[in-house]
Nanobody, 123 residues
Framework: VQLQASGGGLVQAGGSLRLSCAAS????????MGWFRQAPGKEREFVAA????????YYADSVKGRFTSSRDNAKNTVYLQMNSLKPEDTAVYYC?????????????????WGQGTQVTVSS
């Protein structure tokens, strides 16, 4: 599957952005999806994950209550709604896909990756 992330940009602290990740192919619903981010000089970190039907979501403690992941399998798209953004949320955000869900926070377990979209939050 090929993934294309979009929706990043520059926003002031307290603002919102919605990221989208569009997938190619006809089997999108068979993929467990994740969101990760990488800030300059830091390792890639887990942000959120969503199960195949969207019925289960998982979040890093740092974004819980502010970010929401959803998916529309009919549109082959997964979303990350980001509210109450903070300067420390500044990073390149990546979507990723895998077949299973074990250790959903582990980037090494994801098979397919999008190209990333830059999110910059100004103070």
């Amino acid at each position: 599957v090929q993934l294309q992330a979009s929706g990043g940009g520059l926003v002031q602290a307290g603002g919102s952005l919605r990221l989208s990740c569009a997938a190619s192919g006809r089997t999108f619903s068979s993929y467990f999806m994740g969101w990760f981010r990488q800030a300059p000089g830091k390792e890639r970190e887990f942000v959120a994950a969503i199960s195949w039907s969207g019925g289960n979501t998982y979040y890093a403690d740092s974004v819980k209550g502010r970010f929401t992941s959803s998916r529309d399998n009919a549109k082959n798209t997964v979303y990350l709604q980001m509210n109450s953004l903070k300067p420390e949320d500044t990073a390149v955000y990546y979507c990723a896909a895998r077949k299973d869900s074990g250790s959903y926070y582990d980037s090494q377990r994801y098979t397919y990756w999008g190209q990333g979209t830059q999110v910059t939050v100004s103070s």
